[in-house]
């Protein structure tokens, strides 16, 4: 009798296909698709063992240190959806769910907020807008200022203007009105950059340029580099903000962090200036 704890070794795993061939058309379909994913776990099986057996401790540590990532990465992500909610459905004045959500592979796969942490962007504190229901974080953060938009102007018994449907999303704030039915200053859910809505035929939705300047000071002390934002107070000195960063770019994304934390309705309309 066989032990049916030991894997088969490769000549029992192909004489399955042998037999999945003799099974009736709709058994074998079925069949032919699980041994062909069963062949797959094997292979990448043997691939991971080659890792590690291919220089020493060296291909362990990375596997290591990459699996331990994925698990940090993962903990990010559902603690935002959690806390944050993430899912297109806004903010929550209280936590958004009373019991935590049931997860599927597919909800893994598809879901853009993994990608984001997967990639090492911070997630943002705040749900960002959606089009056609999925986070567009590229509207916040892409290098593209215009972006061609389905949109409506939402109004309320009277006839006047109060929201603004874009993308199916009806989070919209409208600011400032600049042309009356044609052109509007545009924020989502009070948080983020602004945005000037033109309804022409296309409809575009085009970034405003930044509203306020604040310094990131970089200090050299002791061979390390610091550095920090400065935050004017309405009282007092100004409030220097530690960045942990090791480069202007990280100081900068760091810098946009704590602004989206603490000052959402400011997040994305303030340029930074760079002073050694």
């Known amino acids: 009798m066989t032990n049916n704890s030991e ?14 061939e003799q ?13 062909e994913e069963c062949l797959r ?10 890792g590690l057996a291919d220089g020493g401790g060296a291909s362990g540590r990375e596997l290591e240190m990459q699996l331990a990532q994925v698990a940090l990465d993962t903990t990010e992500w ?20 009373s019991a935590f959500p049931m997860i599927g592979m597919e909800d893994i796969l598809k879901s853009t907020l993994f990608a984001r942490i997967r990639e ?19 509207l916040l953060e892409g290098q593209r200022e215009d972006h061609v938009v389905v949109a409506e102007i939402l109004r309320d018994e009277t006839g006047r203007a109060i929201a603004a449907n874009i993308e199916a999303c009806p989070d919209w704030h409208l600011i400032e009105e600049c042309e009356v039915g044609r052109e509007y200053i545009v924020q989502h859910h009070g948080k983020g950059p602004l945005f000037r ?19 990131i000071r970089l200090q050299e002390r002791g061979g390390f580099s610091n550095y920090t934002l400065e935050w004017p107070q309405e009282n007092g000195p100004a409030h220097n903000v530690a960045l942990r ?6 100081a900068e994304s760091e810098a946009a962090h704590w602004i989206a ?14 002073v050694e």
Not at 41 to 50: G, I, M, P, V, Y
Not at 261 to 273: C, K, L, R
Request: net charge positive; glycine share 6%; charged share 25%.
């Open 41 to 50: 776990a094997r292979t990448h099986e043997a691939e991971l063992l080659a």
């Open 261 to 274: 934390t603490t000052h959402p309705e400011m997040y994305g309309q303030v340029s930074f200036d760079r």
């Open 197 to 215: 809505l033109r309804l022409d035929n296309p409809a575009t939705l085009r970034r405003e340029p930044p509203r306020w300047q604040r310094r």
């Open 120 to 138: 090492g962007k911070r997630p943002l504190p705040f749900p960002p807008p959606t089009r056609q229901g999925l986070p567009w974080h590229e």
């Open 78 to 97: 559902l603690n935002t959806l959690w806390n944050v909610g993430y899912m297109g459905a806004g903010c929550f004045p209280a936590q958004p769910r």
């Open 245 to 250: 960063a090791t480069t202007w770019d990280r």
């Open 7 to 20: 894997p088969l070794d490769a000549d029992e795993l192909m004489n399955f296909a042998e037999r999945i």
């Open 23 to 35: 099974l009736p058309p709709a058994d074998a379909q079925w069949m032919t698709r699980l041994f």
